[in-house]
């Protein structure tokens, strides 16, 4: 397995990998379930699988965020060796945005609402990071999981808008036995936290937004929304607080509402 930190070397690493499909897994590391599900899925799919290992600091807002985000790069590098990973594209925030940087991606309608509407400047930075790995690695194969559902209707959207030239793969959420999606932030729930946490996925199992909120509400979790999303399929997506930790989670909703 190949590890790049510089672009020009990823591109090297790749170069002479062209003539079969080259799939890309972003990530920013703190592997869980859900990634190794992600690099299944592509080494499944692909002959070439790159993970990229990035803590983009331009899609987060309060810095206490970007600074405690969970960070073991040895764990992630042995992780991706033994998912069958080719090339790991782990940069520095310099590489990615060096001295000057200036240019920024805006999906604007998708981008500024739920998740970006309490993250303001959150999906510009994905899809501004997004768009940069795509150039840098040129994906045939792009893979994502639903855990984000806005992510994936943010970047099909930009995708389709600026006629880029690869698929995007929307893996399934991956659950704990007790139903809580994997998260990296997850590691940050005290035991009591977690226990109430639960009320997420079960609140989303109703499948129906008033009586999420009222399952919500009855565990004492502070909701920032939860609401059926007009993304495609129609989803059903929450965002709550448990104490200083903010979980999102979603289910898709097969039929139209
Ligand atoms: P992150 O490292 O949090 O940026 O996530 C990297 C990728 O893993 C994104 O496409 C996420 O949607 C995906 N992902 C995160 N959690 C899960 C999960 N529980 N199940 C499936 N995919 C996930």
Redesign the pocket.
């Known amino acids: 397995m190949i590890v790049a930190r510089a672009i020009a070397d990823v591109r090297a690493a790749l170069a002479d990998r062209r003539r079969g499909r080259i799939g890309l897994?972003?990530?920013?590391?703190?592997l869980?379930?859900?990634?190794l599900?992600?690099l299944a899925a592509a080494r499944a799919s692909c002959e070439t699988v790159v993970m990229s290992l990035f803590v983009n600091p331009a899609q987060f807002g309060e810095p206490g965020d970007l600074n405690g985000y969970p960070r073991d790069e040895a764990r992630d590098l042995a992780h991706a060796e033994a998912s069958g990973v080719d090339v790991v594209f782990a940069p520095s925030a310099a590489e990615m945005y060096p001295p000057g940087y200036q240019t920024w991606v805006e999906v604007t309608e998708l981008g500024s609402m739920l998740e970006g509407r309490h993250r303001p400047g959150h999906f510009r930075g994905v899809a501004t990071i997004c768009l940069k790995l795509f150039t840098i690695v040129r994906p045939d194969l792009a893979?994502?999981?639903?855990?984000?559902a806005q992510?994936i209707e943010v970047l099909r959207r930009m995708v389709a808008d600026l006629h880029l030239e690869l698929e995007l793969v929307v893996?399934?959420?991956?659950?704990d036995p007790d139903g809580l999606?994997?998260?990296?932030r997850n590691t940050r729930l005290t035991p009591e936290e977690r226990d109430r946490a639960l009320a997420l996925p079960r609140a989303l199992a109703a499948r129906d937004a008033e009586t999420a909120r009222a399952i919500l509400e009855a565990a004492g979790l502070e909701i920032d929304y939860v609401e059926v999303a007009p993304f495609d399929p129609p989803t059903l997506a929450a965002a709550v607080r448990v104490g200083s930790t903010r979980l999102i989670d979603n289910v898709p909703l097969e039929e139209e509402l």
């Open positions: 897994v972003p990530t920013m590391g703190a869980h379930d859900g990634h599900a992600l893979f994502y999981g639903q855990k984000d992510q893996v399934p959420t991956v659950r999606a994997l998260s990296s």
